[in-house]
Every structure is written in structure tokens, then in C-alpha cells.
């Protein structure tokens, strides 16, 4: 195999790191990876993202070719060739591959599932030595080797070795006193439009946008956080974006404590596994 993926790895010392997903979770990952020094990441999306929290999601370079998140940049490529030049730049690769059919060619000591389907969308324990899993949909010894709980509260963070994660209850996490109200889904199929742009600053009441004829109401006050762009096709329970009500400008453009939390629990997985494997 004509492998300068390969040769990369070894000269540098460095796993090569795989994450399924690269939305704002996702992307929460890749930096908690990439400031520690575990810069061989690859990122797989799917053509279409639906991340609503873009400004802060690498997902966002499939459309714009590029996309930087607390200076760190990701970059758009569309064959699994190109993965060493952008290495070599410095940046983060992502590649269209919902079905993760590149990764023989990648050849990943390390596969994170970060796509947070809540059910797992094909990810097994044989794509790599270590396969991780973030939240409830897979079995810590079945389909991976780690899972890493990603539900709001004590438990964050934390690497589940054995069993599963908290199932999902469907409620978001608690933000400035507010779970469900803050989030919005599309309650029909259709084409979703917006007058809005994150960081806009909303009150109760306003109309966040449409699926086609039916109005998405602000059931609080705050700063959109989070929004679908502009004339998206969506299918019923598509989330459309979410309204942080402490009103703080500035976290539009930050991982969140969620993201980051979950990446630090990505890279204890990872690092016991490299310490673990490259002593015995």
C-alpha cells in the first residue's frame, strides 16, 4: 500500500485520528485533540451538514472550503490523498464520507464516533485498535472499546469502560435555567427560512424563521446561539437552532463547556491507550 499517511504517522510518532462527525461537538473534540499535540485528525461529514451551531463547527468548510474555530483551521478536501499536505500545513482535513468508507486507506489507530445520532450509524469495534463511541447508541466492549458520556451533569466527560452512556431523555441540558425552551425543532418537512443570523439577539415571542408556512416561536429571551442557514430543506425533528438566554455574545464563537468537556474525556481514552499500548 502506497501509504504517506503511513510514513507520517511513524515519523511523527503520532496516532492518526479519525472522527466521524464535525459538527460543533465534534469539533469541541478536534481542538481538546489538536492544542494537545494530536494534530493527525481526519474528519468525515456528510455532504449536507446540518450543524446549527456553524460558527463553531468544522462541518462548515464542506460549504466554504475552509473554517477556523478558535484558530484552528479546518479544511475541505475531497480525496484521502490530500490528508498529508493539509497535515503539513498545519490544518484539519475533512472529507465528505458519511459511510466512513475511506478508512482502509487512512489506516486510523483511533476512530471517534462524534456524529451524536443518539443510535449507531455503523461504527464497529474491529475499524481500529481504539473506537470510540460519545453517547448513548453503542456498548462499551461490543461496537467500541470506550463510549464517553455526553449528557449534561456530573457525569460529563467521563470514559465509560463497560455497559453504555445515560440514554437520551430528549430534554436538553440546563442552560441559564432553561432546557427545552431554549431548543427548536422543525415540527414538519419542508424549507426552512430565516430572517436571523447567529449572534442576533431575540426576544420572546419573535419568529426565528419558517418551515415552509409554520412559524418557529422564541419561547424565551437571548442570543441565537445556534440557526440552520437560510432556506435549508428539512425533515420533522431537523433541529433548527437553539437561543442562549444568558446573552453572551462572545460564546457564538467558542467550543462549549459541553464540547470540550466530552474532548477531554476523548483524550484521556485516547492517551491511556497510546501509553498503555506503546509500553507493553
Not at 46 to 72: G, I
Not at 157 to 171: E, F, K, L, Q, Y
Not at 208 to 218: E, Q, R, S, Y
Request: proline share 5%; aromatic share 4%.
Amino acid at each position: 500500500m502506497k501509504s504517506g499517511l503511513r510514513e507520517n504517522t511513524m515519523k511523527t510518532a503520532l496516532p492518526t485520528i479519525v472522527i466521524r462527525g464535525a459538527g460543533d461537538l465534534a469539533t469541541g473534540v478536534a481542538l481538546r485533540l489538536y492544542r494537545a499535540g494530536l494534530h493527525n485528525i481526519v474528519m468525515l461529514e456528510t455532504a449536507d451538514p446540518l450543524a446549527v451551531r456553524r460558527t463553531v463547527a468544522f462541518s462548515e468548510c464542506v460549504k466554504h472550503n475552509q473554517m477556523t474555530v478558535e484558530e484552528v483551521t479546518a479544511e475541505y478536501i475531497t480525496s484521502s490523498r490530500h490528508v498529508s499536505k493539509v497535515w503539513d500545513a498545519g490544518n484539519v482535513p475533512v472529507l465528505t464520507d458519511a459511510s466512513a468508507a475511506t478508512l482502509p486507506r487512512l489506516h486510523p489507530e483511533v476512530v471517534v464516533d462524534a456524529i451524536i445520532a443518539k443510535r449507531n450509524l455503523g461504527t464497529d469495534i474491529l475499524m481500529a485498535p481504539l473506537v470510540i463511541g460519545l453517547g448513548p447508541g453503542f456498548t462499551a466492549g461490543k461496537d467500541v472499546h470506550k463510549i464517553i458520556e455526553t449528557k449534561r451533569g456530573h457525569h460529563l466527560g467521563r470514559v465509560i469502560d463497560n455497559g453504555s452512556a445515560a440514554p437520551n431523555t430528549g430534554i436538553p441540558g440546563n442552560i441559564g435555567g432553561h432546557t427545552i425552551k431554549r431548543v427548536y425543532w422543525a415540527k414538519n418537512n419542508g424549507i426552512f427560512t430565516t430572517p436571523h443570523e447567529i449572534g442576533d439577539t431575540v426576544e420572546q415571542g419573535a419568529t426565528l424563521g419558517l418551515v415552509d408556512n409554520t412559524p418557529i416561536v422564541a419561547a424565551i429571551s437571548g442570543i441565537i446561539r445556534g440557526l440552520l442557514r437560510n432556506e435549508t430543506p428539512v425533515r420533522i425533528k431537523t433541529k433548527l437552532g437553539d437561543i442562549d438566554p444568558r446573552g453572551t455574545l462572545s460564546y457564538c464563537g467558542e467550543a462549549s463547556d459541553k464540547a470540550l468537556s466530552i474532548g477531554g474525556g476523548v483524550l484521556e481514552a485516547i492517551c491511556n491507550h497510546i501509553f498503555t499500548t506503546r509500553q507493553s
